[in-house]
């Protein structure tokens, strides 16, 4: 019986390649001379810290971080930006999450969204952080996939293990 999985991944090293690219930007160009710009990423907490000197040098730096982002093929939907800070010494501090994974509430919406299609045959279950779906026909999966791609959730949503 074919079946696919949905999931919401996030490609660390690419976004690590992003934060180092704009790490490199923000140093050589001359709009961020001495206001100390800094763009941390913690791996673990899957957070990026950004620091500058005042907020409108923060929201070039998360401009540059974003289109860092965009050309690493990184989804903006999976950033998370959190309000801008009042740091030490004037300074002001945007922490950023990283989300990855479907939560329940989405993988219920996932569900609802897929039931709403009534497509004969389809079945999806919820295991764990991702949404198996299965079918009789493969063109009705490709269906599915299609119409999960026009609908809009809050994550990025690829479809993977696609097997007949």
Do not use: C, H, Y
Request: hydrophobic share 40%.
């Amino acid at each position: 019986m074919p079946s696919f999985d949905v999931v919401s991944e996030i490609d660390m090293q690419e976004v690590r390649n992003a934060v180092d690219q704009a790490w490199r930007e923000i140093v050589n160009r001359f709009d961020f001379k001495n206001t100390n710009s800094t763009i941390e990423l913690d791996d673990k907490s899957m957070t990026i810290t950004l620091e500058s000197a005042s907020q409108d040098r923060m929201f070039a730096l998360r401009q540059v971080l974003e289109e860092k982002f965009v050309k690493r093929k990184v989804s903006l939907k999976a950033v998370n930006f959190g309000d801008i800070e009042d740091a030490a010494g004037g300074r002001a501090r945007l922490v950023a999450g990283l989300e990855a994974g479907i939560s329940r509430e989405l993988a219920k919406q996932i569900n609802v969204a897929i039931k709403d299609l009534k497509i004969k045959g389809i079945q999806s279950s919820t295991q764990g952080d991702q949404v198996r779906v299965n079918g009789k026909k493969r063109d009705a999966l490709q269906g599915v996939i299609a119409a999960l791609k026009a609908e809009d959730f809050e994550l990025p949503l690829q479809f993977q293990n696609f097997r007949d």
